[in-house]
Each structure stands twice: as C-alpha cells, then as structure tokens.
C-alpha cells in the first residue's frame, strides 16, 4: 500500500472533524472598472500579485488561436522596461517570482515578492498594460518562444498528440477547440500587428482582475493600484460571449497515427462550466474514476490487466462549459482496443451502480486535503480566487468548496454519472503510433484546445 494511503487513514478524523479557515476577500473597484480581490494573510511578509485578463484563446481566430499566448508573452516580456534583449522580470529582481500563463478563458501575470516590494509587482502589472516599448524583437523571440513550448507541450504526457484532436472532436463550433499555441503542425504566423491588435480590443481593465493575497492591506493594494493601473483606460469589450456548444447527438471517435512513444487513448465528455452546481459530484466521480493510483482505472487497466502503464483523468476549469477528460497510455505490447474496452465498462459501470461508501470517503478527503494545502501558499490561494471570481464570477466559491464537497453522496455521483457519462457524450481519440521519425498526420482537420495552462517562466 503506497504510503501515502496511510497517511490518509491516520489524517481522516482530523479532516472529518476540521473546520476549514473562511477566506475573507474583499472587493473593490477603481473608476477605470479594475476589479480588485484583496486577501489580507499576514503570517509572513510576502504577497501574490495576479492580474487576469480575460484574453484567453478563445478570444483569438480559429486561424490565429496563438495570439492570447503572444500577447501575454509580449507584455510579460515588456514590463520593466525589458524590451529588446532578455533580462530579469521585475519581481525577479528583487528576489521574487514571475510568470504568465495563457489558458482558453484567460492570460494570467503572477508575481510573488517579499511584501515590502508590493510596489514593484504593482508597477510591473502597470507597465504591462500600457503595451508601450513592443517591437519586432520581441515579437520574434515570442514567437521562438510559443514554438518551444508546443514541443515540450507535447512531450509531457503519452496522449499530447492526441490533446488537439480530442477536444476539436468534442466542441464542433466552440472556440474552445482552439489550441492555446496555436495548431501543432502551422508555423506560428500572427505578427506584431496582429497581436497589438488583439492587445487594444482585450487588455481593458474592465476585462481584468487584480488579485493580491498576502502582507498587505486593502487600502495599501487600493492606493498602488490606483497610482500604476488607475491611468489604464477603459474601453468598449466587443465580443460577446461565444455561443454554447450545441448538444452532441451521438458518440464521437477518430484514429489519430503521429509520432509518439506508444499506443494512447484519451476519452473525453462534455461538462458543465466552473461555477456549475454539477461540479462538486463530478470531481469526486473524477477522482474516483481515473485520479490518482487508487482510481477504479488504475487497478483494473494498470494494477489487474496489465494493460497500461499510465492512467490520469482531469475535470478542467473552464468558464463555459468545457471537458472531462481520461488519457490511458497503453504498455506496449498490448492491445488499444482491450484498454478501451475497460475504459468504457468503467464508464458504464458508474452509470449504473453507485460507488461504495469508502471510495467516496477516500475521494472527498483527497479533495478537501488538496483544498486546505493549497491555502498555506499566498500565489495558490491567489490562483484560486483568481479562479473562482473570473471563471466562477463570485470569489466566495472559494469559501463554499469545502461543503459542496462534503454534501456530495454516492445518489449525486451516480446522477452526474448518468448524465454525462452515458455513450451519446464521449468523444474517443485512438493514438497509433509512426515511427519515430516520420511526421505527424496533420492534426488540422480535427484539432482541439491542449488545455493545462501553458507557463511562459523567464529562461
């Protein structure tokens, strides 16, 4: 028995019987419309500074999908007077952290700095926004940039080749079968033009958030914010909302061949946005299913049938709805089509028998765990917010997690199970590999959103 599991049996009083911390955040807003989220956590003298920007992906071109990542770059690039050759991020600096990351909803800059350097993020986030000093350098090494990262993209997990096909495969029509890079096998073609463009009809702070946690106060982030983003002038946001994705009408399946270490399945079905009341019962089905190496998914295809090698499952965080999705890698030497099979009995099996009352027990405190952890750093607890108020549209989501996850039972599991599992919602894309030096099949015709948020961190 792994150790860990151990350690869970030994924590699970103490979880049953603890009352988890409330977040106290408090709102407010600058003339401009800046929203600001503000969590005053003074145990140590450092602070989160996040700006989200709802200029993800999905906000680009089916034809350019990779300028919501160019863009974020530039700007994370350009703030402090970095134009030109690569230096330092301002936060770096003086001892802190930085980085950006680009997702299908939103572009995120992050810094975490010593909390008497709260001026210094605050600063950096200003000068980011202001877009002045991008030029044909930038751009270029950008563009560098996002190309080395599609090729370490794809070689993080055994199914990366399959990522673009599953979700173009599950969202027909929504741009959330855009990849956040840009299509794997196009060059990466937006320029600078393009991306400020994209910078101008996006980057307004009445489409963005200013989440700031730790050694502060809110009047201090106020009267910062005010000083460095307070000139940041609001505009017109002119798109709306895309369209929901229309209901899928029956099972959907491709064979993708691409270069790749071995036989991958990857399984997705549609799921509701973040704020959705569904979400609590389908994460608790998600670990239950595929999380994790006591998932039902590991010990049958991994632990029992020796079928695979690698079994991960994730419900991911969209503000629309979006996608949970299984990727099996399959060991060589055996058969796609037997994995496959368990894969779906699995499915199946959710569908028509409630899971026992252990494995919701198990699945519910790996959850709360994972919650309670993740307030002990001030950048999690800040990407939490951050999660909560731009995809969610309420940061107490944060405060009522813990609960919705405990009011989950086996009646709730069983029913989103029912609802989402059943045969008519999966897609399944069937990874056969080339060998290895030969080319991918071009991808173009069903590509989709890679979806885990792609970390742009200085060199």
């Not at 956040?180 to 990466?188: D, F, K, Q, R, S």
């Amino acid at each position: 028995m792994p150790q860990w599991v151990g350690l869970l049996a030994v924590l699970a009083p103490l979880l049953a019987s603890a009352q988890v911390p409330s977040i106290a955040a408090q709102r407010a807003k600058l003339p401009n419309g800046l929203d600001l989220v503000v969590v005053e956590d003074h145990r140590l003298p450092v602070a989160s500074v996040q700006l989200w920007v709802k200029a993800g992906s999905a906000r680009a071109s089916a034809a350019q999908p990779e300028l919501a990542a160019l863009a974020g770059r530039l700007l994370w690039a350009g703030s402090g007077g970095r134009s030109g050759a690569r230096s330092l991020p301002p936060a770096v600096a003086v001892g802190g952290e930085s980085n950006c990351w680009t997702t299908a909803d939103v572009t995120v800059f992050a810094d975490e700095v010593m909390a008497p350097a709260l001026e210094v993020a605050l600063r950096a986030q200003g000068e980011r926004v202001r877009a002045r000093g991008l030029d044909d350098r930038m751009s270029a090494q950008a563009r560098l940039d996002v190309e080395r990262l599609r090729s370490v993209g794809r070689g993080q997990e055994p199914w990366s080749a399959a990522r673009e096909s599953l979700f173009a495969l599950s969202f027909q029509s929504h741009p959330y079968r855009w990849p956040t890079l840009g299509w794997a096998n196009a060059e990466v073609g937006a320029q600078l033009e393009d991306v400020r463009a994209f910078i101008r009809r996006h980057y307004l702070p009445n489409n963005a958030t200013l989440v700031v946690v730790g050694d502060v106060t809110l009047a201090a982030v106020k009267g910062l914010a005010a000083r460095h983003l307070g000139a940041w002038k609001r505009g017109p946001l002119s798109d709306a909302a895309p369209a929901p994705e229309p209901a899928q009408q029956g099972p959907r399946r491709t064979v993708l061949r691409a270069a790749a270490a071995g036989s991958a399945l990857l399984c997705g079905v549609r799921a509701p946005a973040y704020a959705d009341a569904d979400r609590p019962p389908l994460q608790i089905l998600t670990r239950i299913l595929a999380q994790n190496r006591d998932s039902r998914l590991h010990r049958a295809l991994v632990d029992e049938r020796t079928l695979a090698y690698l079994v991960q499952g994730e419900l991911v965080p969209l503000a629309q709805p979006g996608l949970l999705y299984i990727g099996v890698a399959v060991r060589p030497g055996q058969s796609a089509a037997a994995a496959e099979k368990v894969l779906l009995a699995e499915m199946d099996r959710l569908c028509v028998s409630p899971v026992t009352a252990a494995e919701l027990d198990r699945a519910r405190r790996q959850l709360e765990a994972e919650y309670v952890f993740s307030l002990e750093s001030v950048g999690s607890l800040a990407s939490r917010l951050g999660e909560a108020t731009v995809l969610g549209g309420d940061p107490e989501l944060v405060n009522r997690e813990p609960m919705a996850l405990r009011a989950v039972d086996a009646a709730a599991v069983q029913r989103v199970a029912q609802r989402y599992l059943v045969e008519d919602r999966r897609a399944l894309v069937q990874l056969l590999p080339t060998a290895p030096s030969s080319a991918p099949t071009a991808l173009r015709p069903v590509p989709a959103e890679r979806w885990l948020r792609e970390e742009f961190g200085d060199e």
